[in-house]
């Protein structure tokens, strides 16, 4: 028997439809199925929050259990190796020796990197001297005795108070004997630069001889204390060394020594060994390498005539063309200031 509509539910929705505007959507015509529920999800949203909603405590989130000491250690043991992944440390095998080739490879390729860049420097410079000298400062002057700071003071009677300065001249001087001089350089004459560029670069240079019984007074072989105990110290001076520098532009550098605060007087009188000048046979000098048995050419000078218990400032300065000793940001520059104080 076939079912057909009735004529009333089927002449309903045809009024509906024809009663109702045509721009509305099929869906809320409809109300049959899931079409409805769609239409009621959307209504209820629409609905105020109850005050139950509104309670936020219910929404955080709770905190987890604490674990026990056994499942910390466990976790460690899965984490360190799990057996049934296969893992060490979170990672498979695989994972591990793409990790380890690829740090081999960039370790390997900065190291090669490295050694290159290296062997292009050393390449390109000279062990003998240096690649660019055109802006070479002019020298500065250094002292002996040097102990604590720049400050000589002592007693003439009192042997502890002045020997620490002789010990530090025996061992400044103590390349400079007449022995080690005559065996390993050799006797200059000459008033004028020892020239030797025409060797080969890495030809050992020879130096000319500087003799220490050549400073007389201040040498420690005829007064082993160098007249500290006399109340006349004796000062070494030394221009510092400059690969390549002609000193003086053909003339020699003049030493002198004056008081730098204080009574002019209490210097009283100075003198010079074996002279006031560094002659220009010891230069230029050629470096370490070349030059292995230089010998840096040395004035003593002596304070024969000091004033006793008077504190005075002394200033020596070197001399000459080329020579800058008034710097005032660099005091060692071209001269050297120390202070003197002599006791009976």
Not at 103 to 117: K, R
Not at 130 to 139: A, H, I, K
Not at 292 to 308: E, I, K
Request: aromatic content about 12%; some cysteine; glycine content about 8%.
């Amino acid at each position: 028997m076939n079912m057909e509509p009735s004529s009333t539910e089927g002449g309903a929705e045809e009024t509906l439809l024809k009663n109702h505007p045509p721009n509305l959507p099929h869906k809320v015509i409809l109300k049959h199925g899931q079409e409805l529920e769609e239409e009621q999800e959307e209504l209820a949203e629409h609905q105020p929050l109850e005050q139950e909603d509104l309670n936020f405590e219910r929404w955080k989130r709770r905190p987890l259990p604490e674990r026990t000491l056994h499942q910390k250690i466990v976790d460690i043991k899965t984490y360190l190796w799990n057996a049934e992944t296969k893992e060490f440390m979170g990672r498979s095998g695989k994972s591990w020796s793409l990790i380890l080739l690829f740090y081999t490879a960039l370790y390997v390729f900065l190291a090669a990197m490295f050694g290159g860049c290296m062997f292009c420097l050393m390449w390109s410079i000279s062990p003998y001297h240096p690649t660019f000298n055109d802006r070479v400062m002019p020298p500065g002057m250094t002292m002996s005795p040097h102990l604590e700071g720049h400050e000589i003071a002592f007693n003439a009677s009192d042997r502890k108070s002045w020997k620490k300065y002789t010990k530090s001249m025996d061992e400044y001087l103590r390349p400079y004997n007449d022995g080690a001089q005559e065996k390993k350089n050799i006797r200059c004459a000459q008033d004028r630069y020892f020239m030797q560029d025409d060797l080969e670069e890495s030809t050992e240079r020879k130096a000319c001889q500087f003799k220490r019984s050549w400073l007389g007074d201040c040498s420690g072989l005829q007064d082993p204390h160098y007249g500290y105990s006399q109340g006349r110290p004796c000062v070494l001076l030394r221009m510092n060394r400059i690969l390549g520098y002609l000193p003086g532009q053909g003339k020699p550098i003049n030493v002198t020594c004056g008081v730098k605060k204080g009574p002019p007087e209490a210097l009283g009188e100075i003198q010079f060994f074996p002279k006031s000048i560094f002659d220009l046979k010891y230069y230029p000098y050629y470096g370490k390498l070349r030059h292995v048995n230089y010998s840096a050419p040395v004035v003593a000078v002596r304070f024969a005539g000091v004033q006793y218990d008077t504190h005075i400032q002394v200033q020596c300065k070197l001399n000459g063309k080329g020579i800058i000793n008034d710097s005032p940001t660099d005091r060692y520059l071209g001269s050297v200031t120390f202070s003197l104080d002599v006791g009976a």
